[in-house]
């Protein structure tokens, strides 16, 4: 079945540092391809997403490129803030799955001052 | 436009007590997502309604949960009895078709002790 692979956390690194989540994905459709975050203590929110291959996906100074050969969809962001630490979730969703958002584990950002 | 409704926002009950989560969807939504969450991990689907018919419940734990959407709009999770390792937040989430436009509610977290 469909599946997404992170990047172990805790990463933790200094303001304005650059940042690389790496995400890979199984999936046997053309799925959309998503990432979430989870500040302390609140919902999920998506960040951005990309439906398509090549798709690039920015928000707020992130950005993930949908690589189709590779199959994956690492986030970046060229200079992080304090204000950025929280946890990101990379996630999947195709038509065989009925669109339901498939997550992974999840990865810790701690952006130390 | 109002988000994802969800009550109640926090519930502490003892193992092998029943408890009952609320979901309003977005109006017109006409699918609806719960997740359970467990500290530590990505977001886990529990069960898809499409209206109030169930798309896939099949990593329900059905001895000791259950849901239904009546009519189609409003949904209800129920576990009973519950197990020290329910303990999660639960997630509700609805979307208007295909691969677009997640809400997430704020989630309801559930202690069991």
């Known amino acids: 079945g469909d599946s997404v692979t992170q990047m172990e956390g805790p990463v933790t690194l200094s303001e304005e540092a650059f940042l690389t989540i790496n995400c890979t994905y199984t999936?046997?459709?053309?799925?959309?391809l998503f990432w979430y975050v989870q500040y302390p203590g609140e919902g999920l929110q998506l960040l951005l997403k990309?439906?398509?291959?090549?798709d690039k996906g920015s928000n707020k100074g992130f950005e993930a490129t949908y690589r189709k050969e590779t199959t994956s969809f690492h986030l970046e962001k060229g200079s992080v803030q304090v204000s950025d630490s929280a946890v990101y979730f990379c996630?999947?969703?195709?038509?065989?799955?009925?669109?339901?958002?498939?997550f992974g584990k999840g990865t810790s950002l701690l952006v130390t001052p | 436009e109002a988000g994802v409704a969800q009550s109640p926002r926090y519930k502490i009950i003892e193992k092998r007590q029943s408890v009952a989560f609320w979901c309003n969807p977005i109006?017109?939504?006409?699918?609806l997502y719960w997740y359970q969450q467990i500290l530590g991990q990505g977001p886990k689907l529990l069960i898809q309604?499409?209206?109030?018919?169930?798309?896939?419940d099949s990593q329900l734990p059905k001895d000791r949960f259950s849901a239904e959407r009546l009519k189609g709009v409003d949904s209800t999770l129920k576990i009973q009895p519950a197990k020290l390792e329910d303990s999660a937040v639960y997630l509700c989430?609805?979307?208007?078709?295909?691969?677009?436009?997640?809400?997430f509610g704020s989630g309801t977290r559930l202690t069991v002790v």
């Open positions: 109006s017109g939504h006409a699918t």
């Open positions: 999936a046997t459709g053309y799925p959309s």
């Open positions: 989430a609805s979307s208007g078709g295909g691969a677009y436009g997640y809400t």
């Open positions: 990309a439906t398509k291959a090549d």
């Open positions: 309604f499409q209206n109030n018919g169930v798309v896939d």
């Open positions: 996630a999947l969703s195709d038509q065989g799955s009925g669109y339901a958002l498939n």
